[in-house]
């Protein structure tokens, strides 16, 4: 599973579409909290702006 889980990160960080990665890690039986954490690690968290 967790070569799966590699795609993901790397599809977010070319810029590419990550839905096939990610349907080839949910394929794999990963979660979508294991999914969430990939990217998290890869983009990091939105924090929105106070005030807008």
């Known amino acids: 599973m967790g070569a799966a889980l590699d795609g993901t990160p790397a599809a977010a960080r070319d810029g590419s579409n990550m839905i096939a990665p990610m349907l080839d890690a949910v ?4 979660t979508l909290g294991e999914i969430c954490g990939v990217l998290r690690d890869e983009r990091g968290t939105y924090t ?3 005030g807008s």
């Open 48 to 50: 929105e702006p106070p």
């Open 27 to 30: 394929r794999a039986e990963a």
